[in-house]
Structures are given as structure tokens and as C-alpha cells.
């Protein structure tokens, strides 16, 4: 356990910077580098090599594979799944110098957000961009393995391919779960519904 971290497993290796927040029950392991303001949540496991830049919020039961860095911009809920070396990004004008040729800095850059709400599942190797002003993953969507995601994903959606496109509504639950359109017998409005739970997708979940 960490001694600046109590109830926090930290590896020795690893690099956390001063105002930075664990919660009981994470653990860090080999090479993670944890910026100042970053605040991880409880139960929460960041793999090897995990980059978390500053000011950076991470919910509870957190898991975030090897090599994946998450950038100043980027907020995880709870429960969120980041694959193995999937990329995050916050650069809206990505450049090392301006036009005159001076190297730029933070009065240059300007900053795009990306939001991963609950449950929110990315693939190993998928590459989401920062929207203008915020990029938003939807509560238990699931982007395939290598997409590129470009535009907001709906809560409960599948996208796949570069640039990502929706395929279909997934079940928490399971992929091989059927999930259909079934309309509201009040408002008469389509609701994603699980033929196997028996229950709209927002009921399969706690929240």
C-alpha cells in the first residue's frame, strides 16, 4: 500500500507529481505518470505505461490498459473501460510551431474536450478526437477495436471502422445479447430494448 495513498496499491516505479488524488482501492502500476490536479477515483486500475496529464478526473472502477495516455481535456466517469494503446486527444489546431515559425505554447493551443460518460467501453487501439468545444462518449456505448471516432457516440451504440460509424445498440449485459427498436406505448418514441433481459437498455444497468 502507498503511504501517500492510504488503501492505494502504487508501484515504485511509478511517477505522481504533488496535488495529485488516489483513491482506496486503486492500483498503479509499472511506469504511470500522474500529473498534478489529476484525481482518480476509487477501485480503479491504471496498467503499464498509462500517461494521466493534469487536471485529468477519473471516476470509480476505472480501468485503464497498457500505453493508453489521457490528456488534459479528458474526463472518465465511472466504470469506464479504456483498451490497450487507444488514444485520446485535445488539440484542436495540432502544430509544433505557428506560421512565423516560433514554437508554440499554451497561449497558442487551443483546447478540445472529450467526455467518457458511465460504462463507456473503447477498443484496443481506437483513436477518439476531441470535439469543438467537447466530444462526447455515450453511458455504455462500445467503440470497436482500431475505430476512429470522430463524432458524438449515443448511449448503448456501436461504432466501428475510421471514420467510426454506428452499427447497432449493444446490451450491457452481452454482445450476443438482441437489442431492438420498441416503440413507447405513451410517447410512441423508439427505445433500445433487450430481447434477452426483457428490459430498455437504460434498465439493464444501476444507473
Not at 487501439?125 to 470522430?150: H, K, M, T, Y
Request: charged content about 25%; proline content about 5%; aromatic content about 6%.
Amino acid at each position: 500500500m502507498s503511504e501517500r495513498f492510504p488503501g492505494a496499491f502504487v508501484h515504485p516505479s511509478a511517477s505522481v507529481e504533488d496535488g495529485v488524488e488516489i483513491g482506496a482501492g486503486s492500483r498503479v502500476f509499472i511506469n504511470v505518470q500522474i500529473r498534478t490536479g489529476a484525481k482518480i477515483g476509487r477501485d480503479c486500475i491504471l496498467g503499464k505505461d498509462v500517461f494521466v496529464d493534469a487536471g485529468v478526473t477519473i471516476g470509480d472502477r476505472v480501468k485503464i490498459q497498457n500505453g493508453v495516455s489521457v490528456y488534459r481535456g479528458v474526463t472518465l466517469e465511472d466504470e469506464v473501460f479504456l483498451g490497450p494503446h487507444c488514444v485520446t486527444t485535445n488539440d484542436l489546431d495540432p502544430a509544433s510551431v505557428t506560421p512565423d515559425g516560433r514554437l508554440k505554447t499554451e497561449a497558442d493551443w487551443r483546447l478540445g474536450e472529450t467526455v467518457f460518460r458511465t460504462g463507456a467501453r473503447i477498443g484496443a487501439g481506437a483513436i477518439v478526437v476531441c470535439g469543438d468545444p467537447r466530444r462526447e462518449i455515450g453511458r455504455w456505448a462500445l467503440v470497436a477495436a482500431g475505430a476512429v471516432v470522430a463524432r458524438d457516440v449515443r448511449d448503448f451504440e456501436l461504432v466501428a471502422g475510421n471514420p467510426a460509424r454506428p452499427l447497432r445498440y449493444v446490451c450491457p449485459s452481452g454482445l450476443d445479447h438482441e437489442v431492438a427498436m420498441v416503440a413507447n406505448g405513451t410517447s410512441g418514441a423508439a427505445r433500445p430494448v433487450c430481447r434477452v433481459c426483457q428490459k430498455i437498455l437504460y434498465e439493464v444497468v444501476r444507473r
